[in-house]
């Protein structure tokens, strides 16, 4: 008995790694009490405990059961599909001289343009819900050519504006401009004649951020909720006529924001975003040297993300504040 004693809290411990572990130490634990307080009692009043005690572990495992198959069960993979037509794309200056010159116009416009996809109603879709468009994928495989999985470049993001049963009408919502400059040249140098002209009047759609035959996947709806929570909270920050102190505890909600975001949300799209939100609003609560940690944890995530060369900046920016400012947090 003494050493069952001794090794009760390893048996505790190991019984806990899983829900049949814990399940069988209730039982254990339950049998002996119900032992000791009943050891004396009457056959039948014996028997009456055993079906009652009985019925519990079978109704417990009854429930741990559904509890190991709902955990074990695959989550349901993001809503895609694929971008179909384009409508009212700007028009294009005659002759499309100087592309240079009036291409930022042309996208800016582009934001009022009609992008359908291949997914509506009926699949899911609903007004408002956000999709990422896909730049590129490219599959990984081992040297033997097994497909180990798929690499994709995510690109701008496009919110669905109207749903229909089968397809969805959706407008530029983010412009992802780093992977557009990459794939416009692509595009222009196979559009190029040969004798080195593009007729632009007549193939505005070259010029688009989004293309015909784009994979879009669908944001989780509550990661944009979210994402809208760390950006209200931040559009408090810039309201007018509040106190130092009001400043500060609203850059603190959005660190408390930001850090529930990464932990339900970590992979998702708006990550990158959320963490970087977190540095900037550490930054302003002069708590300089938690955000050179968040902005360094930024660039090791996300070497290659468009706000890559912010997180550059701020991280020296935070460096000389603490040259200039010793008695500010770090």
């Known amino acids: 008995m003494n050493k069952l004693v001794e090794q009760a809290p390893k048996i505790i411990e190991e019984a806990a790694k899983s829900p049949l572990g814990l399940l069988a130490l209730m039982i254990l634990a339950l049998s ?12 039948r009043i014996r028997v009456g405990i055993f079906v009652v005690v009985f019925l519990g572990f079978l109704l417990l495992s009854v429930a741990l059961y559904r509890v190991i198959q ?38 800016a416009e582009f934001h009022n343009s009609q992008i359908f996809i291949d997914k ?19 599959d990984i495989k081992n040297k033997e050519g097994k497909t180990l999985g798929t690499m994709q470049e995510e690109g701008s993001l496009i919110r669905v504006v109207e749903a229909r049963p089968n397809f ?3 407008q530029l919502n983010e412009f992802a401009y780093k ?20 007729d632009l009047e007549k193939h505005p759609e070259l010029l688009a951020p989004i293309t015909v035959g784009q994979k879009v996947i669908a944001v989780p709806r509550e990661e944009k909720a979210a994402w ?12 007018p006529d509040i106190t130092d102190e009001e400043t500060k505890l609203r850059y603190a909600d959005i660190i408390d924001k930001s850090n529930e975001f990464l932990l339900e949300h970590g992979s998702g799209y708006f990550a990158p975003k959320a963490l970087f939100q977190k540095g900037f609003a550490q930054f302003q609560l002069r708590h300089y040297q938690e955000s050179i940690k968040t ?29 200039e400012e010793p008695g500010a947090a770090k």
Do not use: N
């Open 32 to 43: 002996v009490l119900a032992f000791f307080f009943f050891r004396k009692a009457s056959p």
């Open 70 to 107: 709902v955990g074990q069960e695959s989550p349901h993979p993001p809503l895609s599909g694929t971008v179909i037509k384009l409508e009212r794309l700007p028009a294009t200056p005659k002759g499309g001289s100087h592309l240079e010159k009036w291409l930022l116009v042309w996208i």
């Open 120 to 138: 509506g109603s009926q699949q899911g879709t609903r007004q408002g819900d956000y999709f990422i468009v896909i730049e590129s994928e490219r």
């Open 168 to 170: 969805s009408i959706c």
């Open 179 to 198: 992977s557009y400059s990459k794939a416009l040249d692509a595009r222009l140098a196979q559009a190029t004649d040969k004798d080195d002209h593009i």
């Open 228 to 239: 809208d929570e760390i950006s209200a909270a931040y559009d408090r920050t810039l309201a």
């Open 295 to 323: 902005f360094d944890q930024f660039l090791k995530l996300y070497p290659f993300h468009v706000s890559s060369q912010g997180a550059h900046e701020w991280i020296e920016k935070a460096r000389e504040a603490m040259k």
